[in-house]
């Protein structure tokens, strides 16, 4: 790959000069400087080399790891199957499809065991897979056994005709009792990690209602009409109340013990793609978000 640094550029160090001007992230961009595989007008140069105008960066990128999916004897908790689909309750925790940092234990392998078709349409790295929810978050999903089915299902997510409620523990104490946060959502600017609220972000609509107030703490309510990346946890931080327990969104002071965000997945309804039956499932947070609350309870 080559870069020709822009005079907009100059004075950025060479592993950000990178991640600005091409999809390569900063962290591989280090790697690979690291490596002494990044050259500046042919000589090697440090990650904190201040890149100039007209600058020539070249470097090869390495070949993508293939990963296999093999299926899993996982435990799943499944609420429902029939011909045409499934639905599971997600465990805090799980990972939903493999990806380099993830090669096994997840859904998808757990799901490969368990089933004998999935839908194809998004291949190998996800097969059945119609909509995902974050690794920490628990939770229904919805999962295709064929492509008819799969395609039936994601149309209604689409057309927000599904139904999806969340239920969470958020910081602070919201000031109304139900809202709709409407904000688009896309990759943060200053974190590739993060999702953020930015100009030019897809359209993201949230619905939230106050179920309980604990003064520090409130559980909520939430319903999605759009699915964008970590939207939730980032609408929630948006308004200033970031969901508990967040790694990336949250503040470090957090409730303990922590394994993750308390955000679950408590409700879906969609229509079956073959019978036209409205269906509605409704599962229970795990023990640590039930334990959680019952604290908070007594506390207040």
Do not use: C
Request: proline share 5%.
């Amino acid at each position: 790959m080559k870069l020709k640094i822009k005079a907009s550029s100059a004075g950025l160090r060479l592993d950000k000069a990178i991640s600005d001007n091409s999809d390569v992230s900063r962290t591989l961009a280090n790697d690979l400087i690291k490596k002494d595989a990044v050259f500046v007008n042919n000589e090697l140069k440090k990650a904190k080399y201040k890149v100039q105008e007209n600058d020539l960066i070249t470097f090869e990128l390495p070949e993508p790891e293939v990963l296999s999916y093999e299926p899993e004897n996982i435990p799943l908790e499944i609420i429902y199957e029939d011909d045409d689909l499934a639905v599971i309750n997600k465990p805090q925790g799980m990972v939903v499809h493999p990806s380099a940092g993830h090669k096994t234990g997840t859904l998808v392998n757990a799901l490969m065991y368990h089933m004998t078709q999935l839908s194809s349409i998004n291949g190998i790295i996800r097969p059945g897979i119609v909509h995902r929810i974050d690794k920490d978050t628990s939770g229904l999903l919805m999962i295709a056994k064929n492509d008819q089915a799969h395609e039936f299902l994601a149309a209604q997510l689409k057309a927000h005709t599904s139904k999806r409620r969340y239920i969470a523990i958020v910081h602070g104490n919201l000031l109304n009792d139900r809202g709709v946060i409407e904000a688009p959502v896309g990759r943060s600017t200053k974190d590739r990690k993060k999702q953020a609220v930015i100009a030019g972000g897809k359209h993201a609509l949230t619905h939230f209602e106050v179920l309980e107030r604990f003064g520090d703490f409130t559980l909520v309510s939430l319903e999605l009409e759009t699915g964008r990346t970590h939207q939730i946890r980032v609408h929630m931080a948006y308004i200033g109340h970031p969901v508990a327990g967040d790694p990336l969104y949250g503040p470090k002071n957090e409730l303990k013990p922590n394994h993750g965000q308390f955000l679950h997945a408590q409700v879906l309804g969609f229509e079956h793609p073959t019978t036209h039956e409205w269906l509605e499932f409704e599962s229970e947070p795990p023990a640590l978000f039930t334990q959680t609350l019952e604290k908070l309870r007594a506390e207040n």
